[in-house]
């Protein structure tokens, strides 16, 4: 089996994951979460980048030809120094692709104001990837940025859908709308977000798009795979899917299940 690997520091890129299944459900999958090590959005990039480039290393050698940092704190520290540093002496025939490049392709089609907000973890903001990578884009957008260190813990917590979360989604909200009134369009810049959609929406003006990464970047692996058949050719399709952790399978799998809306088998590693 020679499987699309996805990692992320914890659940969040099960939301990713679901959306390119649902998409492509006949590749072989695997998802490893380093639940150990979560979270990453307070970390250095040293760290970040030690913690990613071990984990790829590890799904390179459960044959994935193709992996995905479905986390946006490690495509913003660690990606570019994957691709351009690790890859081309270690395995240049396989590929590591990240969440914010394809998010950023996107956004310049539904802002009309072009006043972007930028919703995600602490590391993804002082990394300022989206701001980079949307203006290489669209130059004439004008990207706001907030850090938001409650929304991952209400989400791992279970508390995303309960009324202790309106506090911390409102007040992020009214914050990054201070902070730029003419913002039309909202990215969720972490994987753990789209589960706190429904408060986001509540109070956020209606005008205002929220763009959820995983179909966005469903679409562009596939297009990706469809442009690159050398490395489309080389992924085994099974339509199974494996999960790992690097914590406690038991509490991944149940944590799993609020992403997934099913039942999973979980190994550690």
């Known amino acids: ?10 659940y969040g890129g099960l939301t990713i994951l679901d959306s390119i299944r649902k998409l492509m459900p006949q590749y072989d ?7 150990a090590r979560a979270p990453y959005g ?4 040293d760290v970040v980048y030690e913690f990613t480039l071990e984990a790829v290393q590890k799904l390179f050698e459960m044959d994935c030809p193709l992996i995905i940092l479905g986390c ?5 520290k660690a990606l570019r120094n994957i691709q351009q540093n690790y890859l081309p002496g270690a395995y240049p025939d396989r590929r590591v692709l990240g969440v914010i490049r394809p998010t950023a392709e996107i956004v310049g089609n539904y802002t009309r104001s072009h006043h972007i907000g930028v919703l995600a973890t602490e590391g993804t ?6 701001t980079l990578e949307i203006q290489k884009l669209f130059p004439e957008c004008t990207i706001t940025g907030l850090a938001c260190p409650m929304w991952v813990p209400l989400v791992e917590n279970c508390e995303f859908d309960k009324p202790s979360a309106d506090y911390f989604v409102k007040e992020r909200i009214d914050t990054l709308l201070s902070m730029d009134p003419l913002i ?40 990706y795979l469809k442009r690159h058949p050398e490395i489309d050719s080389r992924i085994s399709r099974g339509g199974s899917c494996k999960y790992y952790t690097s914590e406690s399978p038991e509490r991944f799998g149940e944590s799993a299940s609020i992403f997934l809306n099913q039942k999973i088998e979980v190994e550690r590693i």
Do not use: V
């Not at 946006?72 to 913003?76: E, L, R, V």
């Open 184 to 223: 039309d369009t909202i990215i969720l810049g972490c994987t753990h977000y789209p589960l706190l959609i429904n408060k986001i929406k509540q109070y956020c003006p209606e005008n205002i798009m929220i763009i959820s990464q995983g179909q966005y970047i469903a679409d562009s692996l596939k297009d």
């Open 1 to 10: 089996m020679t499987p699309i690997g996805i990692f992320d520091s914890g």
């Open 72 to 76: 946006n704190t490690a495509s913003a």
């Open 42 to 45: 307070t970390r250095s990039f």
């Open 29 to 35: 999958y695997i998802y490893f979460g380093d639940n």
């Open 125 to 130: 903001i002082k990394s300022n990837s989206y």
